[in-house]
């Protein structure tokens, strides 16, 4: 078994305390040593991880280390200062699990680390809250934590601290929390990240005017703000912390401005450190600081692999062995139509990406049509009215897209003001489900039906989820110019291609109708009815169970907020349906699909298979996890059939 290969021989906690004005030289010292073991510690566990396959994130973490050591310090030495070092940007929590695995109190171990995003490791993509683990708080999605902190120091009256970012202070919640907490006074201390990288870009150049120091500043918080070229200067980043946490006059805020991962030269500054440090440039980087062992462990790091798959060679029967991206298949169907457009057409449609536009397949329309496209960063609810409010006219429509749990759950109320203002949006919500989420629950888009919020008389919301990359063009072309909210939805992972019974790409030639269900296989014994990434698995499933004598259909309904009803007459005469999506079990659609089929007087036997349980971190291994992958569905289905 691995062991981990950086030594703490060098490595002490230190304790500050209030009273003393300066760093003496030792503190200083030691000081510089534990920042030096704990950022090449952050570059090992993140580079393994990158390694593995598994993502990560190494910048923001790195960049912190020095204002967390020191607060740490400072609250080993103060009862006035609350013990948990709240960050509301989750993508630092390589910095949370290095600092539970240091406290021997906590239940985290060093070795844990090497396992950092792997599934069942208990280190998921965000910090969530673990007593076990010594984790002592959920960061859940960027700028919501700040509220929540709030609370907790009126209630206390303990100096408490929150990390932020330049990322997360963009977020609307973050406003109203600088807002309360001025008029309050509470004893919040914010020390703020401003490294000039979010995922997309840099806020300085796609946000130009916006300052942190001066928005808080406007808000009514004291802030004192630093800047660093190269290393922290330590006296002064001592002397800031320890002056806000003795401050007793409401909110303070501590903004330090320096380039992101400054000690990697070959990711510093540049919006690739807000990932995991590439494997080749983590193993590069602790050979040079001595640790070859660590570096060799990251090269010779095997990548994870479907447990699906490795159970059953065979899996995903009726399938295609090429697999493609429905989300970036979105985003270059949507480039074609705007070419096909020409540069009139264009003036009609514009594009605004909430940070995402890579992970969106936008991107592609910022490469070939910048002028088209905003790269607004990370403030879902203006991007959405704003591009509803340029689809205000008939023959205009704006573009907007976001990973699905924040379209789902953070624009409900916009939603239902650009359907009474009859707004022409077309969206793209992608990472829906659990499939591939390494960020786990807080991530999982699993709430889609939540968009579907307007009165069904006058709704022209539309929603649209396919099922493989071919599938996808075919909506996205057919759709283009409709008018009303049309939402399409898309998976992180990628998906094979859903093959006939000869064989051949089902989709490959095919024309989208609207409300109408696919019959992907023909069935007497009863019905899976599924959608977008469960098609495919529903299909093996559908070739196990022939093979074992139990002849059951399939069917695929890629338009989510109508039923079609010919087809469902045809299933519910079955004995047996099953609806299986990767939803949320209490407001899936599948909920929908029973009440139609009891409203039609059809009453085959029911079973809906959907997400249950919170994630347990892994890429693959969510579906298994939550008991939808094929074996599990023969399993439920064979226990009815038998």
Known sequence: ???????????????????????????????????????????????????K????????????????????AFMKGSSSIYPVLFDEAGHRVALQYLFAALDHKKGMKLDDLLHYREYLSGLPGHPELDQKKGIDFSSGRLGHLWGDVNGLAERTQQKVILFGSDG?????????????AVAAKLPVVLIIDDNNVTIEGHPHTYLPGFDIAKTLSGHGLKVTAISTTKDEDLDQLYAVIRTALLDGHGPVAIV??????????EIAGQIKAHDAVPAGVAAEYLQQRGYLQAAKIILSAEKVSDPVKAADPQSYRGSSSEWGSCRKTFGSTLAEMMKKAGSSGRKKIHVYSADLGGSTGIAAVQEQFPENYVSGGV????????????????????????????????????????????????????HAGIDW???????????????????????????????????????????????????????????????????KKLFEKYTFVPGKADLIREGKEGYIVTYGEMLYRCLDAVEQLREQGFNVGLVNTPTLTSIDEEMLKKVGSSSLVVFVESQNEKSGFGNRYA?????????PRFLHLAAVR??????????????????????RIKAVLS
């Open 1 to 51: 078994m691995v062991s981990f290969p950086i030594p703490l021989s060098n490595y002490r906690d230190l304790t500050f305390s209030l009273s003393s004005k300066i760093l003496s030289p030792q503190q200083k010292q030691q000081l510089k040593e534990n920042i030096h073991i704990c950022r090449d510690i952050i570059v090992f566990f993140t580079g393994l991880a990158s390694a």
């Open 53 to 72: 396959g598994v993502s990560g994130h190494t910048g923001g973490a790195y960049d912190i280390v020095p204002e967390a050591l020191i607060v740490r």
């Open 168 to 180: 997360s202070q963009q977020e609307g919640n973050d406003a109203e929390a600088a807002r309360q």
């Open 256 to 265: 330090h401005r320096r380039e992101i991962a400054h000690g990697i030269p």
């Open 379 to 430: 403030m879902e609810r203006g991007l959405f009215l704003r591009a509803a409010g340029f689809g205000s006219k008939k023959d205009c429509q704006g573009v907007f897209a976001t990973f699905s749990v924040f379209g789902s759950e953070m624009i409900i109320s916009e939603i239902q003001m650009a359907a009474l203002n009859k707004r022409n949006v077309l969206c793209h919500f992608s």
């Open 437 to 503: 989420i390494a960020d786990n629950t807080c991530h999982y888009g699993i709430n889609l039906s939540f968009i579907d919020c307007h009165l069904p008389e006058e709704s022209t919301i539309k929603m649209y989820f396919p099922a493989d990359a071919l599938q996808m063009e075919a909506i996205v072309k057919k759709i283009y110019s409709d008018e009303g909210l049309r939402f399409i939805i898309s998976t992180r992972s990628d998906t094979p291609f859903i093959l006939d019974k000869k064989g």
């Open 595 to 603: 009440k139609a089929l009891l409203q039609k007087g059809l009453t």
């Open 614 to 635: 919170p994630g347990q971190g892994g890429i693959w291994e969510h579906i298994p996890h939550q008991h939808l992958d094929p074996q599990s569905i023969v399993k």
